[in-house]
Nanobody, 120 residues
């Protein structure tokens, strides 16, 4: 089992920056993919960014060029650096871990979420 704890959310003005952290209970080297999702009130939860065990990153078009996902293996932590924040970025941000167990099977783990509010 993997336990994930997010932190770093808060209130920030449009154009500002914020860094979210997701601490895993075990070595992130055992996790194949880690990523961030977000969910605004009344909206569906959507994918934001992912990083693989080998360091390959991918981003949703809405955040590409503004957000950066990274990891610190020594601290078993993945980060989401958010720059040039927009009001539409306001949401609850959730950390996700994916452990692959076969060609078409995986185990998914979620954190509890951290709130990000962007004021205009």
């Amino acid at each position: 089992q993997v336990q994930l704890v997010e932190s770093g959310g808060g209130l920030v003005q449009a154009g500002g920056s914020l860094r979210l952290s997701c601490a895993a209970s075990g070595s992130i080297n055992s996790i194949d993919i880690m990523g961030w999702y977000r969910q605004a009130p009344g909206k569906q939860r959507v994918w934001v960014a992912t990083i693989t065990k080998s360091g390959i990153t991918n981003y949703a078009d809405s955040v590409k060029g503004r957000f950066t996902i990274s990891r610190d293996n020594a601290k078993n932590t993945v980060y989401l650096q958010m720059n040039s924040l927009k009001p539409d970025d306001g949401a609850s941000y959730y950390c996700k871990a994916v452990v692959l167990s076969g060609p078409s099977r995986s185990w998914n783990y979620w954190g509890q979420g951290t709130q990000v509010t962007v004021s205009s």
